[in-house]
Structures are given as C-alpha cells and as structure tokens.
C-alpha cells in the first residue's frame, strides 16, 4: 500500500463526541487533548515528498504522555530527519471553553 495524502479520515460529529467521551470516561483525569498552531503542521506538510503526518504516542522527560508529529513520504516512511513537533499544548489547562469534544 500507498500513501497518496487523499486518504478519508473523516469523522461525524456523533462519532467524535461519543468516541471522545469514552476516552474520558475511561481514563478520567488524562489529558484530553493536545493542540498544535498552523506554522507547525505546515512546516511539517511543506517538506518535499511529504503527503501527510504520522501521530506517535510517546511519553516527555516529566513523565508525561504526549504526541510527536512527522511528515510521511507516499512509500509510507516517516521523515524523521526532518521538520517533526512535540510540545503541544495540553488540554487541561489549555482547554476550550465550549466544545462537544470536551464536555462531561
């Protein structure tokens, strides 16, 4: 298999709002979510050849979970040599004020 950068990843609001509550519910007092600014994902999505990221779950020198994010080639291999981000901002305490994804 391929990767084109055309893939379907949609998703329903419905879906989104269930599969997010079942995360909290599940794992109460986890981060809920991380947020990354534009400049980061397009600085990642600008390196020639890349067709989309890739989230990996890793876990920071504080011992906390967080997510790092890399370019992939079409032939599915990560761009690790090249732009990749971490340091997103965490979701408690960065969190929205009003949002079907976060509420409960």
Not at 3 to 30: C, I, K, M, S
Not at 35 to 42: E, L, N, Q
Not at 51 to 67: C, K, P, Q, S, T
Request: negative net charge; proline residues 6%; glycine residues 8%.
């Amino acid at each position: 298999m391929s990767f084109t950068g055309r893939e379907d990843h949609h998703v329903t609001l419905a879906e989104a709002t269930a599969w997010t509550a079942n995360y909290r519910n599940n794992n109460p007092g986890e981060i809920k979510g991380y947020f990354y600014g534009r400049d980061a994902i397009s600085a990642i999505l600008a390196q020639s050849n890349c067709v989309g990221i890739r989230i990996y779950n890793a876990i920071n020198d504080r011992d906390e979970r967080v997510l790092v994010l890399v370019g992939v080639k079409s032939d599915e291999s990560d761009m690790y040599t090249g732009v990749m981000a971490e340091r997103g901002l965490m979701c408690p305490p960065t969190c929205p004020p009003s949002s079907p994804l976060n509420e409960g």
